[in-house]
């Protein structure tokens, strides 16, 4: 892959952005490292380049949370983007219109408004590691539900759609029982819209699974092989039979649950209840039950596998964001990791607060020094 193929951001701008008024950065297609203490603004940065993917980007913040403190009411924040894609420049903006009511973010794509975020899937793939992130073997199952669908979306840009349509009927639902409205016209027709979206995301994500599962099982350098799964009731039922039978067979469970729903809410099942299982390789061990290091390393080396496979069959590896990550491996996997991400051709946005832990990169990265919410090159 050469530089110009690359999937890279060459222009991010802030304004009114967490503690930014406004800021600007032009990086080329390397690796990009951002450099300054603690509380200087490099995760806010990182976060701005999330908001390039459909979501609430790496932190989940409502819109009113990025909103710069001390902003004049109604200002609203935005972030905007030129993005070197495989198949040209795509200009993206997106951010909280003063004009719009509620937590809904506005899209703009070649200077053209679009409908929702989940366009944003077809031009940008972007997968992040956050320090947060470190237990996500040990709590609970939403955390690694939102990162397994992160991967999905990019090899599946139409999943970012199906997944909101699915939470959204799922919501609908859970307001008609909690209310007491047990309406067999109304709920019946939620319940079809969950039915056909629920069961594509369940597919869609067992798929990338199977096919994260190869590139995953072998060892790369001082990083495990990791062996996923997806587990669920739905995944067991697309298991067993046809997507048609999984269909009925999710349709006759929320018909059933309605009364225990009511009480309950949510939904008792569902892709919103299915979990990512990550087992080390080596040890066959689950990984809750692993080092802390050895979980970190597995996260690394899923994150690493996604970015290879789609490379292979998207023609660009996604924008990866870690967030204080290098500073916490040794040397040897600090190395194997640049050494990944250079061999990727990816642009990884890093953070730390020592200049040092990057010289390995020597030229092969840009670098920025973040303080008091002001950028430079250096």
């Not at 053209?112 to 992040?128: I, R, Y």
């Not at 992130?133 to 539900?145: A, C, K, Q, T, V």
């Not at 090899?155 to 759609?161: I, L, Q, R």
């Amino acid at each position: 892959m050469t530089a110009a193929e690359a999937l890279a951001v060459t222009r991010l701008t802030l304004t009114r952005f967490r503690g930014y008024e406004h800021a600007r950065l032009e990086p080329d297609y390397r690796p990009v490292a951002l450099i300054g203490p603690n509380g200087a603004g490099k995760t806010n940065l990182l976060e701005a380049v999330s908001f390039l993917a459909p979501g609430r980007g790496l932190r989940g913040a409502k819109l009113a949370e990025v909103q710069r403190i001390g902003s004049a009411p109604g200002e609203g924040w935005a972030v905007a983007a030129t993005v070197r894609t495989p198949l040209g420049p795509v200009e993206i903006g997106t951010g909280k219109d003063a004009h719009h009511e509620g937590d809904r973010r506005v899209v703009r794509i070649d200077d053209h408004p679009v409908k929702g975020q989940t366009a944003l899937a077809e031009h940008v793939a972007v997968v992040w590691l956050t320090p947060q992130m470190d237990r996500l073997f040990l709590e609970g199952s939403s955390g690694r539900r939102r990162f397994l669908d992160r991967l999905v979306f990019g090899f599946d840009p139409a999943h970012a759609g199906r997944l909101s349509r699915y939470e959204h009927a799922l919501r609908e639902r859970a307001r008609l029982l909690r209310d007491g409205r047990f309406d067999d016209g109304w709920l019946s027709g939620l319940e079809d819209q969950m039915v056909t979206a629920g069961i594509a995301v369940a597919a869609a994500r067992r798929d990338v699974v199977q096919r994260l599962r190869s590139a995953c099982a072998r060892a790369v350098g001082p990083f495990p092989g990791a062996d996923l799964a997806v587990e669920g009731a739905v995944e067991a039922w697309l298991n067993d039979g046809p997507a048609l039978a999984a269909e009925d067979a999710l349709r006759d469970a929320l018909r059933a649950g309605r009364r225990i729903d009511s009480e309950t809410g949510g939904a008792s099942v569902g892709p919103h209840k299915s979990d990512l299982a990550v087992r080390h390789h080596a040890k066959d061990m689950p990984a809750a039950l692993c080092s802390t290091g050895e979980q970190k390393a597995l996260l690394i080396a899923i994150v690493l596998a996604n970015a290879r496979l789609l490379a292979a069959e998207r023609g660009a590896a996604p924008l990866l964001l870690l967030d204080e990550v290098a500073a916490h491996l040794d040397a040897g996997r600090r190395e194997a990791l640049f050494g990944e991400i250079l061999a990727l051709g990816s642009q990884a946005w890093m953070t730390g607060t020592d200049a040092s832990v990057f010289d390995p990169l020597g030229d092969d990265a840009c670098r920025f020094r973040v303080e008091d919410a002001h950028v430079r090159p250096g």
